[in-house]
């Protein structure tokens, strides 16, 4: 039988983040956020057969649907892959436009001779027909707007300089690569662009607040220590409660262990506590095991009241 199970929430009350939620709308895929509410309701199982009849959906329908979730990386797991969905092309398939096309768009179309002068401007370089190439290839194969092209590089040379010097830029081949995850992601409009941008710029916000309250030293993380601050972020928490996690993590370990502070909060967000109201009404108000007729809850040692001082005290300084 075609049946296959995804890793989501378990729980009566399913949670979408708002972040899983803006990248459905971003997408706009009407029969990738139906089988994604109905995945939920399954509790990750999925039926092929059973979906098409409950969703009214081709077998292709379906497994596209799945493709684009887990492009999104709202799904995971579900056994073999699906049949190959309809994709774009690889960075490497954009047309090679001639010299004459190059020149006649420069020529003909305003918004591009515009978006070649801004971009040049920003990338501090004369750009050569290769990197033309690269731009046309953008608006026109992709379908992004030259507004949206230009907000695209003007945030990744700042995050291209911010991490590797004043004077340094991105090249437009890399450029490109981001291109195509926003087209697939559904960023084509100047508002998307600009809440995406905003998007990321919080989300730095938040891993260097988390850097904070984690006692990390080193300026650069590694990619393994980046995967898991922005899934943490992915799954909806804020800095007050990965403090609490870490908290939690070199109390019972003695250092940080991220694995072992990811599975602390995989469990609160498999149980949709992601706020410290919610993990101190659900885990704080629990009658120890060794005083079970203990009219009220043992209060905390003298240990237990330093760390959390410790801990306000760092999220006050931020």
């Known amino acids: 039988m075609d049946e296959r199970r995804f890793h989501l929430p378990d729980q009566e009350t399913y949670f979408i983040s708002s972040h899983g939620m803006e ?23 999925l039926s092929t057969p059973e979906a098409m009849e409950a969703l009214r959906l081709s077998e292709q329908e379906v497994h596209d649907a799945i493709a684009v979730l887990a492009t999104l990386g709202l799904v995971a797991g579900g ?7 309809r994709t774009m092309p690889e960075v490497a398939e954009l047309p090679q436009y001639t010299a004459a096309e190059l020149k006649g768009e420069l020529d003909q179309d305003q918004a591009f001779a515009s978006l070649v002068k801004e971009v040049g401007c920003t990338l501090c370089k004369v750009l050569t027909a290769p990197d033309l190439n690269i731009l046309m290839g953008l608006v026109r194969q992709l379908g992004l707007p030259p507004e949206v092209v230009y907000q695209l590089v003007c945030h990744l040379t ?8 004043e004077g340094k830029s991105p090249t437009l081949y890399n450029i490109q690569k981001i291109a195509y995850i926003w087209a697939r992601d559904g960023i084509v409009t100047l508002d998307w662009a600009m809440e995406h941008i905003a998007h ?16 990390i030293k080193q300026d650069k993380l590694t990619e393994t220590q980046q995967k898991y601050m922005y899934a943490w972020l992915e799954m909806g928490f804020d800095v007050e409660v990965i403090a609490l996690a870490y908290d939690k993590t070199v109390v019972a370990t003695g250092s ?8 602390i909060l995989n469990k609160w967000h498999e149980r949709g506590l992601h706020t410290l109201e919610a993990i ?7 009658t120890p095991k060794q005083n079970p007729n203990a009219a009220e809850p043992l209060a905390p040692d ?6 959390r001082r410790k801990l306000l005290d760092q999220m006050n300084q931020q």
């Open 200 to 215: 990321c710029a919080e989300q730095q916000s938040q891993i260097g607040r988390m850097k904070k309250v984690m006692d």
């Open 23 to 45: 990248k459905l709308l971003r997408r706009a895929d009407g029969n990738a956020s139906l089988l994604y509410l109905y995945i939920l309701q399954q509790k990750g199982k």
């Open 280 to 286: 101190d009404k659900t885990e704080g108000q629990r």
């Open 158 to 165: 700042k995050e291209h300089r911010a991490k590797y010097g």
């Open 256 to 263: 940080l262990k991220w694995n072992y502070m990811h599975a």
């Open 79 to 85: 056994g073999a892959a699906p049949k190959a969905p």
């Open 302 to 307: 003298r240990d237990e009241i330093a760390r």
